[in-house]
């Protein structure tokens, strides 16, 4: 069974933790019923962190053919991120909603039958994940895979294409968050390894250079 509990990565409790925010702002807006306002906050999430970057992010890692514990780390973020996307997403789609609830949640007794009598998320559902020792890795690591992006379309290849070498200029408080994504990064980016530099930046928290077959791009 998988529980908040055994979220344990470092990415995946930092993604949580713009979840657990996510709620909170939806929750404030319903509260003075700015429901326009809410309901851009569930999209932005929705299509942004959670399907464009942290899908992105864990797929190799949720895929392993072995159980590990980064594996059920992963999984138990997804479910419990789609869980609570589906319950905001409720009010505003209640046909989809109730569909895909009775195919994943629904229990065959009780209120949770439904989404529509199932609890309204709250932050208190999040308590259990812990909070990530350095300061928001999966920003740091959607900052990143960011740039890789730009570099590989600049180049003119495909966003599988493979890295020869990735280089990173930061802060060290900034690399140090990255260091412990480090594998996820590898991942999605398709880079062998990658070289942390310590240093200043002209702009946001990183600079990044990457090596795409014989051509060099960098931020």
């Known amino acids: 069974m998988l529980t908040p509990a055994q979220i344990t990565e470092p990415l995946d409790q930092s993604f949580v933790a713009r979840l657990r925010e996510t709620v909170y702002r939806v929750g404030e807006a319903f509260a003075v ?9 569930i999209e932005d999430f929705f299509w942004s962190d959670l399907c464009d970057n942290y899908l992105e992010l864990v797929k190799v890692r949720s895929y392993s053919a072995e159980w590990t514990l980064g594996k059920r780390s992963a999984l138990t973020t997804l479910k419990l991120a789609l869980s609570l996307q589906l319950r ?3 009010p505003y789609l209640p046909f989809v909603t109730e569909e895909v609830w009775s195919w994943l949640f629904a229990p065959t007794t009780g209120r949770e039958r439904s989404i529509h009598t199932s609890a309204w998320p709250t932050v208190g559902e999040l308590d259990a994940v812990a909070l990530p020792v350095e300061m928001d890795p999966y920003g740091a690591a959607v900052e990143v895979l960011r740039e890789v992006r730009r570099i590989k379309s600049e180049a003119k290849v495909s966003m599988k294409t493979l890295l020869q070498s990735l280089e990173i200029r ?3 408080s900034d690399l140090n968050a990255l260091s412990c994504v480090q594998n996820d990064l590898l991942a999605v980016t398709g880079a062998a390894g990658t070289t942390f530099i310590e240093g200043s930046v002209k702009a946001g928290r990183f600079e990044v250079r990457a090596t795409i077959e014989n051509s060099t791009s960098a931020a």
């Open 33 to 41: 019923f700015e429901f326009a306002s809410a309901l851009q906050v």
């Open 88 to 90: 905001l997403f409720a």
């Open 170 to 172: 930061g802060a060290i």
